[in-house]
């Protein structure tokens, strides 16, 4: 009976009806006059509202001000001021009775009247109270809806409206939700909390149902053509916000209730389901964490199958063409928003604009219309990421990017795949949209994403045909960043510490290959920054490289040396770690017999070399070590050098296995010596086994000349250079140095083959020498022995008469030997003895050109080998004679200009008696010497009178 009386008007005599109506119109109490107070007055309205249907509309208008009461009064107490005016508390307790019996007894007809009117008094109190000093601000939605529930009024009117949900949800859901989103319209963004709420508790119907009336009122108003710009989709601004609020919790069920209402779009071919691709685009550029899902779900759910049927839904619908233009843009403007999920978004657009696009499956292609329109799309897409980049270049250089602040989502997160998109360009022939889109995130994310790019594709650039690649992405970022090309170098040659080999030389010959090109008539003419000036700065890392344990790596390294050559102001270590690390890779190819590269690694090191020794430092340096390097036991029988090779015995027992040393420590710790015995030692146990065998290290001959035709011609292209001092931009030879590149090396020989010996000056020595040095000249006469390459190096010198002066030391100390060896040979004829006749020879030769040995002696050298020893060893000793008289010196030349030759101060002299010994010698073999006399003793007109 109760239910049956709460689903319809109570029945009370017409005269309460009328008094009733007298009293809540009046405020007070007609049978008494007196006033009703506030909760009086509230208890009359519920009476009406109970008993006269038609007063609803002023009741709920009258409890609207009860609830306002309520509110206030709450906010007055939370400001600590007095209470103002009654508690209103059990008045709001008994309309929430009434109407919660009304909505259960009746919810077709009265849940969506309570639900309508409890929700926009809900809009209404927030937006009136909201800047109240003790209400929070709308953002901190958990603040003010803790206050919100606090307060009686509020929370009895969230109650109600979702109690009336509830009721509803399952017959008309429609109704709450419009009512829902034209509440947040009008009482945005105050209202927000009621939404977050309201949405918490019924996630799913919420968002489905907002998503559907959202889609429904974006039709209506697209379907209108005449509608302005300001009247389309008044409620997407709400349905925005309901989906934001409910993101934190409920970002999941958003993100399928998405994809749902997509799905369902593509099976239907009525207007609104047409009108879903539309609609969620223009949600997303309301929304950031919508646009992350259509950016990463979406994406990934457009097969070529789905495109195509999409395609086709677009072509039968009429408002779709009408506004394909802006919707097109609008996808531009979204993807230049997205940021997590733009690289895959990127992949989708470039391989469904590419032709070969098609399903995992292989059985379908998109259209050609999809093509099209996604190559169009990426044509415009770069087109408005170049304005907006460009517009703001002038930000970006003179500003730093310290700043957090994502101008270009899209292009931001681009940056983190910088990598991927560079070895996707390095594939692919087609390279125009990546590019431009390299140089695009380049020039927005600064100077170092732009010198990561460039490294990287001068790392991992495979084939020297896609140069251009490299050279055209530096010229467009240069214009913006001036210094980018440095920092990529010194990223790209710091990488090849860490990188394998196969890379490192492909890096390299990119280097090569780009180097080269600069030298072209082409490279030369390109409005660009030199990448040989920058390499020129990393000389030493590249240098490195030299020691690599590939060849393939080295003799790129030395090919890259070469092209970029040495830069006008180097340091004293540079030159150093070059010279060094250049002459010992020299001589390691001259180890590789069969190598195809040999000459032209050869060839580049000596361009290399050439090069430093433009410096007086470098050449002293590079001759220094080409000369060491050279004696050194490793190289020496490269150039013809007796080297020993120790072959083991297989004889010898085992017992002498032990080392002496080790002998010599087990005797010291057992054996007791007097303290003056401290040098006894172990000196082995006779009957161990023979010596052991040796054989000396050969080459072939040809190899052997060729190698020293090699080495003689490094050395000589270093003395051929003009040298300047360290730092100096340009000179010539006589404002440099004193000493010509001969004399450095004829110094740098005395100083390699005898360093211990202390020489007087360049004075001969008297005739004792001979006999009182042996020793010290025999040292000296083996090198000379053991190291042919000594010989060529002393018959370079011998072409310029000052710096022979220098090698005085190594003249008469080999002179002595052979003086010494003639004295005492027992052989019957000089050409016994090739060795002693080839030293005697070598040493007349350079004298004479060196023009130190006045004449006829000078020509004795043709005749020396036709000889018997003791007439060796007279002609030897008037030449040590001669060499007395006409000391050695650089003092007695003089040379007015670099381009006249040297002129002797002090002509050469020479004993008479000596001249007749040589004329009796010559008389003696006349039978074989005749036709030499006239050479040493010319016929003049003098001599015939």
Known sequence: MAASMSMRPQQFPADDISSHVRSFVKGCNIRTGQKLTSVEHARCAIQLLRTLPSARAAVFEHLCNVFNESVNTHLCELEGEAKIGPCLDEAIHEVYLVLIDFVNANSNTWASIVFSWSIDLLGQVSKKYALRRGVPHSSNLNEI????????????????????????????????????????????????????????????????????????????????????????????????????????????????????????SLTSENEQQLQTVPFLLHLATMSVMLLKVITTDFVQSLTPSVLNRLSEQFSKSAI??????????????????????????????????????????????????VQDTCSLVLDLLLLDLQRSVYSKTGNIVQKSRSDDHTEIPFLEDLQKHTDVLCKDILKT???????????????????????????????????PQKASLFIELQAEMEATFPEVLDKSIKKAVSHMQHIDTATSVMMLKNLVCLVQWENSPEGRTTPRRKLQDCLQSYLQMITAQLHHSSCDVSSEAIKLMMLIGLPDTVSMATILNVATSTVNYFFCILHFEDSANRPCILNCCCKVLESLSKTAVGQTILLKELVEGALQQENAFLFGGKVVKYVDNASTSKDSKMLLLQENQRIGSTVSFAKQMTNVFHGGTVGKGVKPQVELVTISEDLMLMNIQTFICVVHSCLATDSRPLGSQSSTPGEVDSKSGNEVLANLLVDVICPDVTHAGVVWPEEEHIKTKIKMDLLIRNKFDSNPILWELMDMIASDSIAMCHCSPLLYSTLSTVINYWDSARVSRASDAPSELKASCNIIKYLSKAQLLVAPFCYIGEILDHLDPHEMFVLLSIVWATMKINTPSAANYNQTSPDQPLTRQTPLVCDPQHVETLKSILHRNIDRFGHLFPRFFPVTSSTIS
């Open 320 to 369: 779709i063409k009408r506004d394909q233009e802006s919707l097109i843009h609008v996808v531009i403007h979204l993807i230049c928003k997205s940021g997590n999920g733009a690289f895959k978004l990127l992949q989708f657009l470039l391989e469904t604009a590419s032709r070969s696009s098609h399903s995992e499956s292989g059985d379908e292609k998109v259209n050609v219309v």
């Open 145 to 264: 809806l803790q206050l919100w529930m606090t307060c009686k009024a509020t929370r009895t009117l969230m109650d109600l409206s979702t109690q009336c949900i509830s009721n509803m949800i399952a017959t008309c859901p429609d109704l709450c939700v419009d009512a829902l989103l034209d509440a947040s319209v009008t009482h945005s963004p105050h209202f927000d909390w009621v939404v977050a709420h309201i949405g918490s508790c019924f996630p799913n119907t919420i968002i489905t149902r907002v998503l559907a009336c959202g889609l429904k009122d974006f039709c209506d108003t697209q379907s209108e053509a005449t509608a302005g710009a300001d009247q389309k989709v008044p409620k997407m601004a709400s349905v925005v916000g309901i989906l934001g609020h409910l993101a934190s919790q409920h970002s999941q069920d958003i993100r399928i209730a998405l994809l749902e209402l997509f799905q369902e």
């Open 429 to 463: 022939d087609s390279k125009s949209w990546l590019q431009r889109l390299l140089c695009l995130v380049a020039v927005h994310c600064g100077e170092s994403c732009a010198s990561d790019i460039l490294s990287y594709i001068l790392v991992n650039l495979n084939d």
